[in-house]
């Protein structure tokens, strides 16, 4: 039971580049995330599925486009990379948006500089 | 402007004394508050909860106190171990819905042995 993995560990792009990050997990949970961490920040929600077949911006959507492939998959993908998007990225997951009934797991990060 | 505050960027505690870690929200919305803590290299995990019509919430050695009035959240760890060094972050949620939730920055926590 890996819970969330999230590939790759460590990226470094250059400013226009593009990429996906790839997130699955193996829980059987409808509801996926993808957030980001800056130093002296908490971490922001990019975009969340509620559900498969379903995307919703968060808090800090701009510069990102996300595909909820299947149940399992939740890729974020960068179009033209800024040095503002250097950050770690995080995925997570839970059984739905409840945040009283529902445990948040998240992967191990990504983290990934745009020089 | 940040609405979750965790104004100590770190902190140091010997080995079995008490950890008190403090977070500062500015929205009265908030009605369900999160701590989760963070190892390097590894993401976040859920710690403990509680919720707005609660002022006390405790899971063993964890215990999260609430004064909504101030304002104002802490969780406190008895006895500190070594292996509770990690990052915490305090959130907050309004509508208790992940796509609601907001982080604080963070306290590092150090135990010395």
């Known amino acids: 039971n890996a819970g969330v993995t999230q590939t790759p560990k460590f990226q470094v792009l250059k400013t226009g580049q593009s990429m996906t990050l790839q997130c699955a997990q193996d829980m059987n949970h409808n509801s996926m995330y993808w957030y980001r961490q800056d130093p002296g920040m908490g971490l922001r929600l990019i975009y969340y599925s509620a559900s498969e077949g379903t995307t919703d911006k968060g808090e800090v959507p701009n510069g990102y486009n996300v595909s909820r492939l299947n149940k399992r998959e939740f890729s974020l993908r960068l179009e033209s990379a800024a040095p503002s998007q250097t950050s770690v990225y995080f995925c997570a997951s839970s059984f739905g948006l409840a945040v009283v009934t529902d445990t948040q797991y998240f992967g191990p990060g990504t983290r990934l500089t745009v020089l | ?113």
């Open chain 2, 1 to 113: 402007d940040q609405q979750v505050k965790q104004n100590s960027p770190s902190l140091s505690v010997q080995e079995g004394r008490i950890s008190i870690l403090n977070c500062d929200y500015t929205n009265s919305m908030f009605d369900y508050f999160l701590w989760y803590k963070k190892y390097p290299a590894e993401g976040p995990t859920f710690l403990i909860s509680i919720s707005s019509i609660k002022d006390k919430n405790e899971d063993g050695r964890f215990t999260v106190f609430l004064n909504k009035s101030a304002k104002h959240l802490s969780l406190h760890i008895v006895p500190s171990q070594p292996g509770d060094s990690a990052v915490y972050f305090c959130a907050a949620s309004w509508e208790t819905s992940y796509d609601k939730v907001i982080f604080g920055p963070g306290t590092s926590l150090s135990v010395i042995p």
